[in-house]
Each structure stands twice: as structure tokens, then as C-alpha cells.
């Protein structure tokens, strides 16, 4: 009690405000590419989580001042720094989610599938890691183009005999966030409220919002819809050319992956009301991954909303018709490469 009378007022309020200092589970996550524009954001977004004891950081580089600062914040999760392939292995045992970011990034004119060469063969090694340590995690890919890692890492896992489609997550998060930012600006709805689906994948006419889906329920004029779907499909390339050579989206992407990975950890803990967009192995059209809305539990993916596909109207029918064709060739080149290795 003496030593409370010296807590100034204002500090004692910030410090109950500040809720995630109670642990309220002990789930470990793991970041492979830790030390990156999305990782280190990355990082204290998921230092700020309740749910976390444990928070693994891995880079080829510079991880440990990434983490040495990241362990002074006074929350709950312990931060463990784990630096080049020697460390891998042991980033990863025990933990239930891992994170990838691991990888180049876009400059300018660049597109996602320029990337492919070098973050195919990340992607690979970091996921057969994972498959000898922690088969039964959460993997979320956030490494792009994710239209063919996501593939990749599931001819991989198969591979090593270990592969749960239903444990498998394309980061497609912040397809979601755009969206729901745009369209909440363009009808000035709340914030809060606005959620519209985004399915197909991950990269240019691939990223297909179902506007018409929106929730609350609103109405779009033609140029609206257009406008806004060619905005939420090429807002990456507007952060790429602000950026000017500097990189991707890093912050809006830290923003998004956390609330992924907050999600994921929802489920685990058991909460029965947690939905997410992702791209996954699915079933909903005639292509083997495919990003749309899912229900997440305990055991991964639970169920695949595919009313979300119902009822489109006819711009989304064709969208979604326009975008098969691209999609199929970024999933097939992924499959090719991972079965080409073997
Ligand atoms: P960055 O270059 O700033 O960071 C990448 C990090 O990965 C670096 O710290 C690097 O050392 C590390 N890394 C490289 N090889 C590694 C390996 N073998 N193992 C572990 N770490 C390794 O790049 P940034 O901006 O963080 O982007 C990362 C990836 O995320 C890129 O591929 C980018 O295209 C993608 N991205 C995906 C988005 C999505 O919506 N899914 C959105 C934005 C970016």
C-alpha cells in the first residue's frame, strides 16, 4: 500500500488500461525473419498479446538488439533470439504458431511473382524446419508471392509426411484490412463495423473483395465498386511506390498479421466465434488453394464459409472467373517447384 501512494494517479489508470500486462494464456510464436520491415512491428504486436508467453524471434541477422529491446517492455511473454540456420531448429520446438515473413520484399515495378525465385527457396528451407520441429503449429505465410508459397510449403510438409491442410494459413489479412478501410472511408461508416470478405488470392486481380457481401449491408454505385476494387487490388503497388524503393507495406502488414495471429490464438484457446479470410488448400472452386472466408478452432481450420460465394453479382462472377486462370499458374508454379527439388 506504501508503495502504491508513490505511483502518480494518471500512472496507475494507464497501467490497468494497459490490460495485456495480466497473462491470460501461455501460447509460444515463433517469427522466422524476425529482424525484417514486418517482423520487428511484428514482433511488438504479438509482445503486446495476453495470450503469449513465449515469443521466439529468428533472422539470418541482427535479431538479437531486435529482441534485447523488444524484452524491456512489461508484458507478459518471455523473447528468446535465435540467429542463422545453426539456431532454426531450436526457435521452433514446442511452439503453436509460427510466422513468416522471411524474405524480399517489392521495389517499384516490381510484382509479387518477381519475388519468386529467391523467397521459394526461403520459404522451402524455413518450412522443412518447421516440419521436423513443430509439425502440429499453426503455419501462417506471410512470404509472397504467397499465391506460390503457400503451395510450396504445402508440397513440403507433404513431403516430410506431416502436412494438415487445416493448419496451413496464406496471410491474406491485410487484403481484409484494405478493404474494410477503403470501403468505410468511401461510405463513411464506422470503422469498427466494416467488414468485407476478400477471397482468391494474393496478388493483383487475384484479390477479389466481395463488395456485395459487405457488412453492414450498403449499396455501391458501379464506378464505386469499380474504383474501390482496383484500389484494394493495387493498394501494395501504392505502398511500393510511396515507399520509392524502400520496400513493401510494413506496418499496415505488422497490423494485419497480428490480429492473424491473435485470431489463431483465440481458437486455441478455445473461443468459437473466430472468422478469418485466408488462402488455403480448399475446395470451394475448381482450384486445389484458394483464400476465402474460414472459421478457425482448437484443430485449425473448422469450416469454409462458402455462402461468402453465393449469390454474387454478375462483376464479381466475372472477376472471380478472370482471376482463375492467374491464380492457377502461380499455384501450379509453386507446386512444380517444390515437386522439381525432390
Ligand atoms: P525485409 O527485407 O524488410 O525483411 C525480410 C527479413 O527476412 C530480413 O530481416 C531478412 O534477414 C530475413 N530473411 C531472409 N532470408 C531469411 C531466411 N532464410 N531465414 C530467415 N529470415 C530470412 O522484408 P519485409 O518488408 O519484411 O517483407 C517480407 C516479405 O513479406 C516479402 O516477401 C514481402 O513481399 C512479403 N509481404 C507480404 C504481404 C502479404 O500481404 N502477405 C504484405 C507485404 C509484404
Not at 508513490?6 to 517469427?31: C, D, E, G, H, M
Not at 508459397?149 to 496471410?171: M, R, S
Request: proline share 5%; aromatic share 6%; net charge neutral.
Amino acid at each position: 500500500a506504501l508503495r502504491a501512494a508513490f505511483v502518480p494517479k494518471a500512472q496507475k489508470r494507464n497501467q490497468r488500461s494497459w490490460n495485456y500486462l495480466q497473462p491470460q494464456a501461455s501460447y509460444k510464436v515463433t517469427i522466422l525473419g524476425a529482424a525484417g520491415g514486418i517482423g520487428q512491428p511484428l514482433a511488438l504486436l504479438v509482445k503486446m498479446s495476453p495470450l503469449v508467453s513465449a515469443l521466439h524471434l529468428y533472422d539470418i541477422a541482427n535479431v538479437k538488439g531486435v529482441a534485447a529491446d523488444l524484452s524491456h517492455c512489461n508484458t507478459p511473454s518471455q523473447v528468446l533470439d535465435f540467429t542463422g540456420a545453426s539456431e532454426l531448429a531450436d526457435s521452433l520446438k514446442g511452439v503453436d504458431v509460427v510466422v513468416i515473413p522471411a524474405g524480399v520484399p517489392r521495389k517499384p515495378g516490381m510484382t509479387r511473382d518477381d519475388l519468386f525465385n529467391i523467397n521459394a527457396n526461403i520459404v522451402k528451407s524455413l518450412i522443412e524446419a518447421v516440419a521436423d520441429n513443430c509439425p502440429d503449429a499453426f503455419i501462417h505465410i506471410i512470404s509472397n508471392p504467397v499465391n506460390s508459397t503457400v503451395p510450396i510449403a504445402a508440397e513440403v510438409l507433404k513431403q516430410k509426411g506431416v502436412y494438415d491442410p487445416k493448419k496451413l494459413f496464406g496471410v491474406t489479412t491485410l487484403d481484409v484490412v484494405r478493404a474494410n478501410t477503403f470501403v468505410a472511408q468511401k461510405k463513411n461508416l464506422k470503422l469498427i463495423d466494416v467488414d468485407v470478405p476478400v477471397v482468391g488470392g494474393h496478388a493483383g486481380i487475384t484479390i477479389l473483395p466481395l463488395l456485395s457481401k459487405t457488412k453492414p449491408s450498403v449499396s455501391f454505385t458501379n464506378e464505386e465498386i469499380q474504383e474501390l476494387t482496383v484500389r484494394i487490388q493495387n493498394a501494395g503497388t501504392e505502398v511500393v511506390e510511396a515507399k520509392a524503393g524502400a520496400g513493401s507495406a510494413t506496418l499496415s502488414m505488422a497490423y494485419a498479421a497480428a490480429r492473424f495471429v491473435e485470431s489463431s490464438l483465440r481458437a486455441l484457446d478455445g473461443d468459437g466465434d473466430v472468422y478469418e479470410c485466408t488462402f488455403i488448400q480448399s475446395e470451394l472452386t475448381e482450384l486445389p488453394f484458394f483464400a476465402s472466408r474460414v472459421k478457425i478452432g482448437r484443430k485449425g481450420i473448422e469450416a469454409v464459409i462458402s455462402s461468402d460465394l453465393q449469390g454474387l453479382t454478375e462483376y464479381e462472377e466475372k472477376a472471380l472467373e478472370a482471376l482463375k486462370p492467374e491464380l492457377k499458374a502461380s499455384i501450379e508454379k509453386g507446386l512444380a517447384f517444390a515437386q522439381k527439388q525432390t
